[in-house]
């Protein structure tokens, strides 16, 4: 199997993963705080077992910058978690997700002010898109979603998670070259700490069910999401990564409907549908075409 078909296996695996995760989340029955930090325990434990038996525990393959920014990394991440977990019980999963989808154009803002990115015509079209989508979903909400002001906090988490995951992208791109599982383990220890003081352990899973759960969510949510996840993303163009990238969405409203029974509204589908379109104009590079006009020709100004 080449690089790009391994890649895309492993792609397409993790965000089919990553589209589970919601219902894992609502069935453990734990406090967000908890599900975060016994994710990242379970997970940590089962990425130590990998990296040691990659041999990537040695002393010396990571320098002291490296590891400050896999750490910054790491509390975006688990704060992005924090956020979005929240968000499930106020808005359902499928709003949540969709709205979260919203990252690339959080992206798009850190890009520019912390790498030198240039924003252009075309990505400010699909910004004005999403959010477009945006205001179709906040003005949509049905019945089934419970209170507006419940569904409007859950929007507001999706936006906050899909900031701090943006965070954390930008953090991984200043990490290329290192091991994404060592990544992953920092990540992950770092949430321990983090969260370790604001967990109730009075407040544990008290069947076997229970824990099986969390379990699942540290080990295959985790440790082998990330492993696949960052393994595909060094693998496959940006382009590929950024289409293959919609299977979580998706796999989110699907698992959405048949655990939940939550069906979207004709309008929150319709801002659904929005969003996901200008996430994959952004993602995937697709150009909008301007009037060329005699002083000029406008269109030179958009992306490739």
Known sequence: MNEIKRGTVEMTAAMLISGTIGWFVLMSGQPVTGVVFWRCLIGALTLLVICAAMGLLRPGILSLRTFAIAVGGGIAIVLNWLLLFAAYSHASISIATTVYNTQPFMLLGLGALFLGEKITLTKLFWLGLAFAGMII??????????????????????????????????????LKGT????????????????????????????????????ATMGIVHTGLMYVLLYGAIQKLPTHLTGALSFIYPIAAIVVDRFAFGHVLGVAQIVGAAV???????????????????????????TAE
């Open 137 to 174: 979903i906040v003005e949509g909400k049905s019945a089934q979603t419970g209170a507006a002001s419940s569904y409007l906090i859950g929007i507001l988490l999706s936006l906050s998670a899909a900031f701090f995951y943006a965070l954390a992208a930008i953090a991984a791109k200043w």
């Open 179 to 214: 091991p994404p599982h060592l990544i992953a383990l920092i990540q992950v220890s770092t949430g321990i700490l983090m969260l370790a003081p604001f967990t109730d352990f009075s407040v544990l899973p008290q069947s076997a069910g229970g824990w099986s759960i969390l």
């Open 275 to 301: 969003i996901l379109l200008a996430a994959a104009g952004m993602n995937l590079g697709w150009t909008i075409s301007l009037p060329r006009h005699k002083s000029g020709d406008l269109s030179k100004g």
